[in-house]
């Protein structure tokens, strides 16, 4: 049965985003056009930032930022962003990275270039009552061009972690340096990537807790729970294709050429927009029931990259809050409850709030208030709760 629902499943950040205008697909591209002089210096620096106007938020200000990271092969790229400034009292000087969900892998699907960039953020206003700075990466390839890390734990964890080293210390942002990470879906993979990799890719910064909601965790157990169903075949799509750019992999024997020419179609429109998700799934519908000639999980280099692409729970040292619907059919509460118990048995405070009547759409949007409130604690200092075995 095909999930109809995928306008609203998959195009979760839609419900957060705000109207979505055509304009948006002729907007001026020059502030994310990257040049050999923008990548002359280290990753997690500035190149530069501007003012973004604001109509949905107020005492606050925001900024769209490019900024240097890294990719998976240690070559250093740009990713572009944006800061949101608390103007709610005196600053605190503490920073929350914003990773975001699927929005799509081309150009034109990045969050900052939305009419209304800041409202795809769950709990932007919160935040800014807590008095904190966010900083929101669109990922590398996702408004500066090039081949988007989706669900490639490397490349979505350097840009997380060094839009943070970006923006610390800039006065403009009023950023210090300790800071939390946030993510919903496949921005929760990010952040728990990120949260495995903060020690050693960003020692300077000291990470006090990583808080998600609805992640995507184990990706082999994920593919295998989704790939027959409209939503997993259209995100199935998009981590295949990129991990083939990315990796270096051919595509085929695991899919037809036809099917190929079919996920680059699905490839080209973004997802957190209804009238290119209609075109993604128009798309989808001709790729057939069964559009994989085997399961990845079974062959290399696509078991390999699986396993290298999903969290690894003993690698995580530090409070987690993980907010799971439990009528996720995207991301299966099962996995994440098991990925949960995994993180308690290492030693990490977690709070798992398990969510009724909840699925993968929702997920970020019924859960802010608590992941925001537990993200405030942690950044000043409280002792991190946890109901590991209760």
């Excluded at 049965?1 to 205008?21: D, E, H, N």
């Excluded at 591209?29 to 997690?44: I, N, Q, R």
């Excluded at 490349?155 to 009023?174: N, P, T, Y």
């Excluded at 209804?274 to 559009?291: N, Q, Y």
Aim: with cysteine; net charge negative.
């Amino acid at each position: 049965m095909k999930y109809l629902k995928f306008a609203v499943c998959l195009a979760f950040a839609l419900m957060l985003a705000g109207p979505v205008a055509r304009a948006e697909e002729n907007k001026d591209l020059s502030f994310y056009h990257v040049t050999d002089a923008d990548l002359a210096g280290k990753p997690g620096t500035l190149i530069r930032y501007e003012p973004l106007q604001l109509f949905s938020v107020y005492r606050a200000k925001a900024y769209r930022i490019l900024y240097r990271t890294s990719d998976m092969h240690g070559r250093t790229v740009a990713s572009s962003g944006m800061v949101v400034v608390s103007d709610y009292g005196p600053p605190t000087k503490s920073i929350v990275a914003w990773a975001h969900p699927t929005t799509g892998v081309t150009r034109k699907c990045a969050p900052s270039l939305r009419e209304s960039p800041i409202d795809a953020i769950a709990g932007i206003t919160d935040l800014i009552v807590e008095g904190v700075t966010v900083v929101a990466t669109d990922y590398p390839g996702l408004g500066t061009g090039g081949v988007t890390p989706y669900l490639s734990g490397i490349g979505e964890a350097h840009a997380v972690l060094d839009s943070v080293k970006a923006i610390a210390g800039v006065e403009a942002f009023q950023a210090g340096h300790h800071f939390a990470l946030y993510g919903y879906s496949q921005g929760g993979h990010a952040a728990l990537f990120a949260a495995a990799l903060a020690k050693r890719y960003a020692p300077e910064h000291p990470l006090v807790g990583v808080a998600v909601a609805a992640p995507a965790t184990e990706l082999g157990v994920l593919l295998d729970d989704d790939v027959s169903t409209t939503d997993g075949k259209i995100l199935s799509a998009m981590a295949l294709l990129s991990w083939s750019k990315l990796y270096g992999v051919p595509l085929e024997p695991l899919v037809t050429p036809h099917v190929v020419k079919v996920m680059e179609l699905i490839d080209s429109n973004c997802v957190d927009k209804v009238g290119s998700a209609i075109k993604a799934l128009d798309a989808e519908g001709t790729m057939g029931e069964k559009f994989l000639n085997f399961d990845p999980n079974e062959r290399e280099p696509w078991k390999g990259l699986l396993a290298a692409n999903s969290v690894n729970p003993k690698n995580i040292r530090m409070p987690v809050f993980i907010a799971q619907g439990l009528d996720d059919q995207i991301v299966v509460p099962a996995v994440t409850e098991r990925f949960a118990a995994a993180l308690c048995k290492e030693g990490n405070p977690v709070v798992l709030d398990l969510m009724k009547d909840v699925d993968h759409g929702m997920a970020a949007k019924k859960s802010f208030h608590q992941a925001v409130r537990w993200i405030g604690e942690r950044l000043n200092g409280k002792p991190a709760p946890s109901n590991c075995g209760g």
